[in-house]
């Protein structure tokens, strides 16, 4: 709330200043507050020219109150003035999203193989692993196909030192529940839980949760799964970071 005021001061100052509407945006996201958030990025898309960001984040927002059509718009507004590597790949990661959550699993794969591509490229080492890897074990996982997705994690395990490389524990845990090995599960859900504490990324810690409730369900505990399922539905509608589980 501290945060809003400021900003919300800032921009009663410099209105026109694109940079805080957007962070406006987005921290009303965070608070749950869709409309205003829509309401700021539509000031923010009047700014921009050409108006890619701020165009993509109302297609994320989009996804998350289930406005399908208007993701599509909105996503060929976006492709219509795509003029930058990173700007294409956040455009894949908002239609990537939105097919995840639709059901449509082989176009979530074909998405990320050509995400793969334009992160290796242009983005760190470190982003390539979280924006395109990490989205690999899932989509493989979804698909059932464990071995593809096994590759995929000691892949991005051999590019990330430790203990940025904690980070990958939750697609280990993903893995592991998936083949019934909980023991190897719980423990890479500390390792994240670590992970988490350790760089303060309280904007993941809604992984944790599901992770933990996965492990929950798998091993007949559904009680403490709802509550935990409960607990990372609340985390995603307020992280920033939540793309497809949204």
Not at 66 to 75: D, F, I, K, P, Y
Not at 117 to 125: I, N, V
Not at 216 to 244: I, K, P
Request: cysteine-free; proline content about 3%.
């Amino acid at each position: 709330e501290a945060a809003i005021a400021y900003v919300e001061e800032y921009i009663s100052q410099r209105p026109e200043d694109f940079d805080s509407l957007m962070m406006l945006g987005d921290l009303y996201i965070e608070s749950g507050d869709f409309e205003l958030a829509r309401t700021y990025y539509e000031q923010a898309q009047i700014l921009e020219d050409p108006p890619l960001a701020s165009t993509l984040e109302l297609a994320s927002l989009a996804i998350r109150q289930g406005e399908w059509a208007r993701v599509t718009q909105l996503l060929q507004e976006a492709e219509s003035v795509s003029i930058t590597p990173i700007h294409l790949i956040r455009m894949l990661q908002v239609e990537y999203n939105l097919e995840y959550r639709l059901g449509r699993i082989e176009r979530v794969l074909e998405i990320t193989e050509e995400l793969g591509e334009y992160t290796q490229k242009a983005l760190t080492p470190v982003e390539h692993v979280f924006a395109y890897y990490v989205s690999l074990v899932q989509s493989n996982l979804l698909l059932g196909r464990v071995e593809p997705a096994e590759s995929a994690l000691m892949a991005a395990q051999d590019l990330l030192q430790s203990p940025m490389d904690g980070f990958l524990a939750f697609s280990e845990a993903q893995i592991a529940i998936h083949t019934h090995d909980f023991e190897r599960a719980e423990a890479a859900l500390v390792e994240f839980g670590i992970f988490i504490e350790r760089f303060n990324a309280d904007f993941v810690a809604f992984m944790a949760s599901m992770g933990a409730a996965q492990l929950a369900e798998a091993t007949g505990e559904y009680s403490e799964a709802g509550r935990l399922f409960s607990e990372a539905l609340d985390g995603v509608r307020s992280s920033a970071y939540a793309g497809a589980f949204q």
